[in-house]
């Protein structure tokens, strides 16, 4: 039995890393968990991806959401109603649609009526949430509609791999919870060369132009990234349990 999920995310590592997760689970469900990309959708010449983020998934949510009047029967309207997110769900057979967005862009997000004044996760997820669904035209979350918020950034996984007696932690108190660490980028980039990092102003970023060994360091520790992030526990018990 085939499961397919489609895809609309930030970008082609998170592309990757949802695709080896959904790979990795196939095994234990028995059942093959396909994941389709609707946006970013990789050139079919130059089989690169288009420069993709948050503001191309807010893009796509407005484009294919509830915000167009497809209530006549005009060329304009008909045409509309096809890009409607339902009715691509409906013409691929898909289970339902994930939409992933880092939280750590919150503060990014300044066409609501209010602005992200939070200091927690569940906050920033929330935020995350709500500015989603106005992007949707939605007033709640619909049933095939999964929002994969990542908390911070799907980095935040990368470095739930590592264990927690590493010296890099050794600021951080016993009991700490990776998803509140909203240095993640400097962390990884402090570990000993495991990662290639780059100098942007004055502050450190992780290149992303081969990103198959960090997706991989993900996968071989799934369990342990699962135990230390709820995101990554919901979203492994969404695709095991649909």
């Known amino acids: 039995m085939i499961k397919k999920y489609l895809l609309v995310c930030e970008g082609p590592t998170d592309i990757l890393v949802i695709n080896e ?46 915000s167009i009047n ?13 890009k409607n997110w339902r009715t691509q769900l409906v013409l691929s057979g898909a289970e339902a649609i994930i939409i992933q967005m880092d939280t750590d862009i919150v503060n990014y997000i300044t066409d609501l009526a209010i602005s992200y004044t939070g200091t927690t996760k569940q906050a920033r997820k929330r935020f995350a949430q709500n500015a989603i669904l106005n992007w949707l035209g939605e007033s709640s979350l619909p049933d095939t509609i999964y929002l994969l918020l990542s ?10 791999t590592h264990e927690r007696t590493e010296e890099v932690f050794s600021e951080l108190s016993d009991n700490f919870d990776f998803e509140n660490i909203d240095n993640v980028i400097e962390l990884l980039c402090s570990l000993n060369f495991q990662y290639i990092c780059y100098d942007e102003g004055n ?22 990234v699962r135990n230390e992030c709820d995101e990554a526990e919901r979203f492994c018990s969404f695709l095991e349990s649909t």
Do not use: F
């Open 21 to 66: 997760i959904a790979k990795k689970l196939s095994q234990t469900v028995d059942e093959q968990i396909k994941i389709q990309e609707l946006s970013p959708q990789r050139d079919a010449t130059t089989r690169r991806y288009p420069n993709h983020g948050w503001e191309e998934v807010r893009q796509w949510c407005r484009l294919y959401g509830n």
């Open 70 to 82: 497809i209530t006549s029967n005009s060329l304009e309207a008909l045409a509309a109603k096809h």
């Open 151 to 160: 908390t911070q950034s799907t980095e935040t996984w990368l470095l739930a």
């Open 203 to 224: 502050r450190k970023k992780l290149s992303k132009s081969n990103y198959t060994p960090y997706a991989m360091k993900i996968i071989e520790n799934l369990q342990k």
